[in-house]
């Protein structure tokens, strides 16, 4: 009765483990198949991200969010500094997804300017700005240089990582759209710029006060961070907040950044209420966004005060 309650365990053990082998097995062989598709993609956001990660070795990158991606034209920067240029902004991603793709530029290369686009409240503490590092689970095998930024979206992140498909959980759309179709990603032919041709509808400048935004000392690290290795590459680095349609209060956040900046000898351009831009819906789509005529006369003053600092 003994031997044979024994047997029954080991048989179930046994069976246990080959149902956990077939398991794995299974999870690489599709996360193997995904992530073949995902980064043979050649159209969409995840192709343009793949390709500031793996192929862009332009002189100037510029990093942010959506602001950076509609602010920042790269062919007047190309024709006013003589440096190819590639904008690496992206829609919805802050300075958590911008500081993983600078770890993975900077290690293949130094580009001889960086620029980010920053928010008045950019190292302020935002819960759902680390949720929005999800874009980058497919590069998490892959390149060893962003996982610590990749988990810091919670304390069990390096483990969901087991599987090999939980990377492209939400992606199956998105890839088989990536892969289907003619025409290259716009990022390479417009080298990452994304034009806005709308124009807003006039109202009135109004205020944000951001003050109560408690500062994120995660983030404050990594503008450390940052710092620390531009110049231990050598590469030029400058903080700008491009123009809005709203007064902004300075805030904790902001000016912690300006002092870090000052501190370390970093140029910190703000431009947030330039006089250009003052009562000059024309130049916005929004209140957040210039459109693209906006963008261009913007790039075109930034590319100045790059020129001629003083």
């Not at 179930?12 to 995904?34: A, H, Q, S």
């Amino acid at each position: 009765m003994e031997r044979s309650y024994i047997n029954q365990v080991v048989r179930f053990f046994l069976r246990l483990v080959l149902i956990l082998f077939l398991v794995l097995i299974i999870d690489r062989g599709v996360g193997m198949i995904l992530s073949h598709y995902y980064f043979h993609q050649h159209r969409g956001e995840e192709s343009k991200i793949t390709f500031i990660i793996d192929s862009t070795v332009a002189d100037v990158v510029i990093f942010g969010s959506s602001r950076a991606d509609h602010h920042y034209v790269p062919e007047i920067f190309e024709n006013r500094l003589h440096y190819s240029c590639f904008n690496a902004g992206a829609d919805g991603n802050y300075l958590l997804y911008s500081y993983a793709l600078f770890n993975t530029i900077v290690k293949r290369y130094s580009p001889k300017l960086i620029i980010f686009d920053i928010r008045p409240y950019e190292l302020g503490n935002i819960a759902s700005e680390y949720d929005r590092l999800s874009i980058l689970l497919p590069y998490y095998q892959k390149y060893p240089e962003i996982r610590h930024v990749i988990e810091l979206r919670g304390p069990f992140e390096k483990f969901k990582h087991i599987s090999y498909i939980y990377s492209y959980n939400s992606l199956i759309f998105q890839i088989l759209k990536g892969n289907l179709g003619s025409g290259k990603s716009e990022g390479p032919e417009l080298k990452g710029y994304t034009p806005l041709n709308k124009t807003m509808v006039p109202e009135k400048i109004g205020t944000w006060d951001i003050c109560d935004i408690p500062v994120d000392n995660n983030k404050v690290n990594l503008v450390k961070d940052i710092i620390s290795t531009c110049k231990k590459k050598n590469i030029e680095l400058i903080f700008v907040h491009s123009p809005i349609w709203i007064t902004m209060q300075k805030s904790n956040c902001h000016n912690i950044l300006a002092d870090i900046c000052s501190e370390n000898g970093i140029r910190y351009i703000d431009m947030s209420n330039d006089s250009t831009f003052i009562n000059r819906p024309d130049y916005f789509e929004d209140i957040s966004h210039l459109n693209d005529k906006g963008a261009r006369i913007f790039s075109n003053m930034l590319s100045d005060k790059i020129s001629h600092p003083y």
